[in-house]
């Protein structure tokens, strides 16, 4: 069981997502997060061992590259790839509650900008650290943060912009969830953005690495 859960978690960090990808080079023709997934839960490994210690592990070590500068935008995507096919398989078990999920993060690009890669990246690492994330897509405007947050009221909430146009919007939309909710913590990031933006607006902080935000929320649990 150790070496198959292993074997997963390097697929995750690498990048490998089925037998038939050709990528990376140095893994082809071996089986990807999609087999080695399907392979532990039918040998009985619990889903929540294979979310622990294979996902998250490989997330985890792909996310300390990028955070080290031995990783960049392309390597997470892949990773977020393979991780997208391992959690088909696990989402029955999160449906039904046999996996405890560390809480729920509501996430969006706001109103009027359609940028979505960090945004992205920030889902898959933040799904691969343990959390059930709401992903309401680009362009989102600041009543629909307000009404996904009624459906999960103790759901943190992140916003991502990287046009300066549209950054206005998260002042917009902190003050529209903070005014139903004062309790809830929302979180901005972008590459235009600073600490001192999300100061400004009212957010409770600004993140540029995706890997560091997931481990501050996790002190919040």
């Known amino acids: 069981m150790k070496e198959l859960l292993e074997k997963l978690a390097v697929a995750i960090e690498r990048g490998k997502v089925n037998l038939a990808s050709p990528f990376p080079p140095d893994l082809k023709g071996e089986e990807g997060a ?27 070590k792909v996310g300390d590259k990028f955070e080290q500068g031995k990783a960049f935008i392309p390597d997470m995507l892949i990773a977020a790839k393979a991780m997208n096919a391992a ?6 078990f ?13 996430i969006g690009t706001v109103a009027g900008d359609l940028h979505d890669i960090g945004k992205n990246i920030v889902r898959m690492v933040l799904t691969g650290s343990g959390w059930n ?8 405007k600041a009543d629909r943060f307000v009404e996904t947050l009624k459906e999960y009221p103790n759901a943190l909430v992140g916003m991502s912009a990287l046009l300066t146009t549209t950054m206005m919007q998260m002042e917009n939309t902190t003050k529209a969830i903070k005014e139903v909710s004062p309790d809830t913590k929302v979180f901005v990031g972008g ?31």
Not at 37 to 59: C, F, H, Q, W, Y
Not at 87 to 92: R, T
Request: hydrophobic share 40%; net charge negative; proline share 7%.
């Open 34 to 60: 999609d087999e080695l997934t399907k392979r532990a839960l039918d040998e009985g490994v619990p889903p929540e061992v294979i979310l622990n210690d294979s996902l998250m592990t490989g997330m985890r």
């Open 87 to 92: 959690m088909v398989h696990l989402h029955p």
């Open 133 to 140: 994330v709401i992903d309401l897509g680009s362009d989102v």
């Open 191 to 221: 590459a235009p953005l600073s600490q001192e933006f999300s100061d400004k607006i009212g957010a409770d902080g600004y993140f540029p690495d995706p890997n560091k935000f997931a481990k501050h929320i996790a002190t919040l649990v």
């Open 94 to 106: 999160f449906e039904s509650g046999e996996v405890v999920l560390k809480g729920d993060f509501i």
